[in-house]
């Protein structure tokens, strides 16, 4: 290919112009750029590769080649010598002698269907490479072994469960009411009816499997919903309470919702709920908007940006055209659609831009009077699940809502939350049942989506199972229970991150410091009187310290005697007993109080110390009247004050 490559190249070399080049001091700027005529090489790489593929075939009807794994180097496409098949070694022979190198590569045996005849056959020129065959190696084996895995678990939906492994996450004591994890899966939160919030951090947590925070957002009321945003960075928190609250991702409150006037009769002119709420989640795709349902009878929509009033009021109504409680509510996967469901059993959904009527209803899809705990819709949007308080669950297709597509009954469900999701294939419909404590051990169930039978189930605890939530990310199950406990289910191969973080991780130890000294600060510009020495080590400070007299002040002994300086003496060393001791039990008679102050009447004329000095110039002498007798003091009182016999 030199040959004629060569004849294409140019290599003359262009004298610039001798103005420029008086100016700049030189006479040229080198050598012209080498051209390439394209359509050439094409045109020769695609008469090689013809011209190689008949000399193959030929040899290949011929000679029978043998199935040795080594024979893959003699028939690969690659152009070095090294890798050259003695086919190629023969027809480089001939091409060297025109002149020209083997820059096309070689065909493989299955184009031996091809008609290659003619040039014209062949078509436009292949890429290089194209004849190049995989040798059947260990990889490829390994590779056909975790295809035929995924099919079989295509097959067979129930090897994905991962139910392996589990760690327990200790909420408290009562009901685990509410879960929630982050897109990511790298938060857990739970809420109950402790009225507690704790957030868990896999990445963070150790063995010990302590939550980083806990706190009380909403007082003294049952925590009822807990769920991330679309983007992970706020919570929305849906108690008993009539105001829901947005926390962001380290708990501290972010927005809370206006409460609405409940002396107003037209719950569309309130600015918000006026009665306890009972569910809540977030808008999927947009990331500021979540809808709320209270008691009050209507589903309110809301806007993170705009606290003071809802966005927009859904009031859902019985066959009577009568208020309706609704007991929980949801968005469709595209975010079009609301859900809810009411106390009469009816399912009830409206266009998230139209509030006026319904786009779908079923007036009976429960039976009435009983709280549907859980709607959920499926990763396709064509259905839609159920979770009734009539111990039953059932499957809607959103095309038909008339009838349901299947129905399980006898799952006794008696928390008005209890949940059901679907697996991340939409193959498997998930949802635990509800026992009396320490009676019977309550169970995950799960079911086929199309043929809704039910294929397999976990024993969790012995308490009722009320939140389940499969992540599709972590494929890892969380489980929230009755007794207190958050279950994180995970298969250590098929599951990603979350719980598998935490369990490698050792315990920490807590670090005791024996000694509390005071923290040394360090001002390089501060005058030598108020700088501070610096410290060497801590034992010799130590050592100072007990040296200084002020620092190590010996404590004052108790005070023995009558007291000084203000401290009241021994005898209980408190107010209380000295007041007890001197005053309460003193044994002198006070019976007659002339005579208890006359005993002092001498001393005091002869030291007067009180009223006597303030009298000495004024009434230098004092004179008191002698006591009189009875009938003295009878003769002195006049006529009208003496008694009449």
Known sequence: MDGWMDEKVSTDVEMTDPDVGAVMGFSGFGKKARTFDLEAIFEQTRRTAIERSRKVLEEERSVVRPSDPTSCAGRSGHTGDSTRSPVDSESGSDDSDNGSEKTGPTLPSQMSRLDVEGESAMGPPLPQGYGKQQCETDEEEEEDDGDEEEDDEDKNPLKRIPDSHEITLTHGKKTVSALGLDPSGARLVTGGYDYEVKLWDFAGMDASLQAFRSLQPCECHQIKSLQYSSTGDVILCVAGSAQAKVLDRDGFQVMECVKGDQYIVDQAKTKGHTAMLNSGVWHPKIKEEFVTCSNDGTVRTWDMNNEKKHKSVFKPRSMQGKRVIPTTCVYSRDGKLIAAACQDGSIQIWDRTVNVHTKFHNRQAHAPGSDTSCLS?????????????????????????????????????????????????????????????????????????????????????????????????????????????????????????????????????????????????????????????????????????RLDPVKSHKPEPPVSGPGRGGRVGTHGGTLSSFIVKNIALDKTDDSNPREAILRHAKEAEQNPYWVAPAYVKTQPHAVFAAPETEEEMEDDEPEWKKRKL
């Open 377 to 545: 819709f499926s990763y396709d949007g064509n259905t839609l699940a159920s979770r009734g308080g009539d111990d039953t669950i059932k499957t809607w297709d959103m095309r038909n809502f008339r009838n349901p597509l299947n129905v399980a009954s006898g799952l006794p469900n008696i928390f008005p939350m209890t949940d059901c999701c679907f697996s991340p294939d939409d193959k498997l419909l998930v949802t635990g049942t509800s026992v009396k404590r320490g009676q019977e051990n309550g169970k995950l169930l799960f079911f086929d989506r199309e043929t809704f039978q039910k294929l397999y189930e976990i024993e969790v605890t012995d308490a009722s199972v009320i939140r389940c939530l499969w992540h599709p990310k972590l494929n890892q199950i969380m489980v929230g229970t009755g007794n207190g406990l958050a279950k994180v289910y995970y298969h250590p191969v098929k599951s990603q991150r979350g719980a598998k973080l935490c369990v490698v991780k050792t315990k920490r130890k807590a670090k005791q410091s024996q000694t509390v000294t005071q923290e040394y600060v360090i001002t390089p510009h501060a005058l030598p009187m108020f700088r501070e020495p610096r410290q060497k080590s801590t034992r010799k400070q130590l050592e100072k310290d």
